[in-house]
């Protein structure tokens, strides 16, 4: 199993350019499988759950060709089968979202249940519920999620929760759909907005993205588009914790500077010094930051995926911070591993009392996800000594050039075997 030595050097100095979206990546991929021409996609981040996603498409026939870094031509021209196992579906949460497009453009689909995170229950109901309104019939049989349907017909969609997978994966269901079909309480986050305008752009007509109601008026045919995946917020979010964290000064470059009012406001109520300027954002401090409250809620709220990173932080706070994480149940598997590094940190149901220490030390420590990773190369960097990070396997899932990007900042990180 491969691992993560990382010896705190203090201050973090330079600039890192953002990849591009791991979340807004992957649905768009799903997405190829709706059009039979050839797509161009820039910007597609080097990462593990691609390189899956690019399996499962292959496995259903799709042409996969990777061109250059960060470039694939895709032509789903012959789609040859509708089913993936669970060898391949389980090792991702947003592989569920090629049923969506499968139903839409083959009429069936069977996919296993699929993985990812765990860091919760992670039900499908509401892709199922959405499906299911749109005239398929679905079906749970030993592990594998069945659907099917002459056709689909478009219907209003209530989403009792503004589920991000489960918003696109309807959406995409419902593109090639006859009529038009509403999707009330969306998930608003900025990769639904990245997946509607690629989806507008092979010709779909879907309105209202970015807000809570998405309609989406059916069209008979999509044709072949280039499309350029936006910048990944949370990476972005992650170098700025680091900067913040380790009293550094970094310039990230490739922002979309209205995804992180969140994540900008806070570290600026923390004492954090921000500068924005177009699409680069200049984040420097010196010494302890203050402690800070935090809640994670839907988009445009501070994302549940940059939780454990605020965490990493609110460790070595002045002061008590409070974390509240509302969106997924279990999310504070962290906890354990900072506190392996003498942090102190109370956990009742959602909600971390985390009273900050002057100084965190040097453990052997697990990333138990992959934002718990990430959080835990933030924290290691801020000790003196020797960290060990295990299963640094979930870090490849979602940072490109992970080792590569900490180094050009002046990190002492190195990968073993
Ligand atoms: C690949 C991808 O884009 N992953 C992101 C996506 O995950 P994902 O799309 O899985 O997250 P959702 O927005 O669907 O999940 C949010 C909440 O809704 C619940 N839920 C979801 C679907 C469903 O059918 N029923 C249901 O109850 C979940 O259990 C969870 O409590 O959005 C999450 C929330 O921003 C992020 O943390 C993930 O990084
Ligand atoms: C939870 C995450 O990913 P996934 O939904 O792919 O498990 C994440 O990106 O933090």
Redesign the pocket.
């Known amino acids: 199993m491969e691992r993560f030595i990382v010896r705190g050097t203090g201050e973090l100095k330079g600039s890192v350019r953002v990849s591009g979206s ?2 807004a990546a ?2 768009i991929l799903c997405a190829t499988i709706l059009c039979g021409e050839e797509i161009v996609l820039e910007d597609v981040p080097e990462l593990k759950d691609v390189e899956i996603l690019c399996d499962v498409l292959r496995g259903l026939g799709v042409k996969v060709e990777h061109k250059d870094k960060n470039l694939y031509v895709i032509n789903a021209e012959n789609i040859t089968n509708t089913v993936t196992g669970e060898e391949l579906m389980s090792k991702m ?2 592989s569920f979202c090629v049923m969506g497009p499968l139903l839409s453009r083959m009429g069936h689909t069977g996919n296993a249940l699929p993985g ?2 765990a860091i ?9 519920k959405g499906f299911k309104a749109l005239g398929a019939e679905v079906s749970i049989s030993k592990g594998m999620v069945n659907a099917s349907a002459e056709k689909l017909i478009g219907d209003d969609i209530y989403l ?7 918003t696109q994966n309807i959406m995409m269901a419902a593109v090639l759909a006859e009529g038009e079909t509403t999707i009330e309480n969306a ?1 608003m ?1 900025p ?1 639904v907005v990245d997946l509607s305008n690629f989806l507008n752009k092979m010709g779909a007509e879907v309105r209202g993205a970015g807000t809570s109601t998405i309609k989406i008026r059916g069209v008979k045919k999509l044709h072949g588009c280039r499309h350029q995946i936006i910048p990944d917020r949370i990476e972005a979010g992650t170098f700025m914790i680091l900067a913040a964290a380790t009293g550094g000064d970094i310039i990230i470059e490739n922002v979309i500077t209205s995804h992180m009012r969140p994540v900008i406001a806070k570290l600026k109520e923390c004492g954090v010094n921000i500068s924005e300027n177009g699409d680069t954002i200049n984040v420097s401090h010196h010494g302890r930051v203050k402690s800070f409250d935090i809640k994670t809620l ?1 988009y445009p709220g501070m ?3 940059m939780q454990a990173q605020f965490m990493a932080l609110a460790t070595i706070a002045e002061g008590t911070s409070v974390v509240i994480e509302t ?3 279990n999310r504070f598997m962290h906890a354990d591993e900072f506190k392996r590094m003498g942090a102190n940190i109370n956990i009742d149901g959602r909600t971390a009392i985390v009273q900050g220490v002057e100084k965190l030390r040097a453990a052997k420590v697990k990333a138990t996800d992959l934002r718990c990773g990430a959080a835990l190369i933030i924290a290691a960097l801020t000790v003196k000594g020797e960290t060990e990070i295990g299963d640094v396997y979930h870090i490849d899932r979602g940072y490109e050039d992970v080792i590569e990007k900490f180094r050009a900042l002046g990190a002492d990180i190195e990968r073993v075997m």
Request: hydrophobic share 30%; charged share 25%.
């Open positions: 791991k979340n992957l649905p949460r947003a990812g995170c919760g229950t992670r039900p499908i109901d509401l892709h199922i009792d929760f503004p589920s991000v997978g489960a998930a986050e990769e839907p994302p549940t995926d969106v997924f149940e």
